[in-house]
């Protein structure tokens, strides 16, 4: 399996600050054959189901504030929020999607307001 | 607007056995794999598996044994839904589940709005 690590476990940031989250696969998610990271981020409130955010590992979903972004590409991602909102309080999964069973996810980032 | 909607539920008893059901309103169901996945309580995401129209299926072959051998995911193209089937639960199956729109090779766009699931005598 593919096994991913996200770090840090939690994160409190000031409102309008920057939040940056990291996960890192055990072996890489690029595909040579069209070039795509098979990467996803989703976010998670109480009460809620996953939200997918991000695809193609900075592919912006529709209808998500730009004020989110991906990058990164092989085994090291990092997701960015760049100026954090209330709204933004959450649990920050990442995710790969690569050829073969299993998908598996990171362990979750809890992210707060400082 | 693509919607999944489930239902099932939601009090088990020691062995009895979990059956959740997941419907796509408002778009092609065709095209897709479907996935099933679970949060147990205080844990991270697991998938469980995926089957699309066709009745092609794959299962997590890293799932603990006692709960591969007691899953089953299924699907009725004519009303557009896919099911669960765990048998035999026990409280180490309690979690929320969700269904959602994607799997192996394409990433979970649409999902339910989850189900949880508690197991108790």
């Known amino acids: 399996d593919i096994v991913m690590t996200q770090s840090p476990d939690s994160l409190a940031v000031s409102l309008g600050e920057r939040a940056t989250i990291n996960c890192k696969s055990s072996q890489s998610v690029l595909v040579r054959s069209n070039s795509q990271n098979y990467l996803a981020w989703y976010q998670q409130k109480p009460g809620q189901p996953p939200k997918l955010l991000i695809y193609w590992a900075s592919i912006r979903e529709s209808g998500v504030p730009d004020r989110f972004s991906g990058s990164g590409s092989g085994t090291d991602f990092t997701l960015t929020i760049s100026s954090l909102q209330a709204e933004d309080v959450a649990i920050y999964y990442c995710q790969q999607y690569y050829s073969a069973p299993p998908l598996t996810f990171g362990q979750g980032t809890r992210l707060e307001i400082k | 607007q693509v919607q999944l909607q489930q239902w099932g539920a939601g009090l088990l008893k020691p062995s009895e056995t979990l059956s959740l059901t997941c419907a796509v309103y408002g778009g092609s169901f065709s095209g897709y794999y479907y996935s099933w996945i679970r949060r147990p309580p205080g844990k991270g995401l697991e998938w469980i598996g995926e089957?699309?129209?066709?009745?092609?299926?794959?299962?997590?072959?890293s799932l603990n044994p006692s709960l591969k051998s007691r899953v089953t995911i299924s699907v009725d193209t004519s009303r557009n839904q896919f099911s669960l089937s765990l048998t035999s639960v026990t409280a180490a199956d309690a979690a929320f589940y969700y269904c959602?729109?994607?799997?192996?090779?394409?990433?979970?766009?649409?999902w339910g709005q989850g189900t949880l699931v508690t197991v108790s005598s």
């Open positions: 959602a729109r994607g799997g192996v090779a394409d990433r979970l766009a649409l």
């Open positions: 089957i699309n129209h066709s009745d092609n299926t794959n299962y997590n072959p």
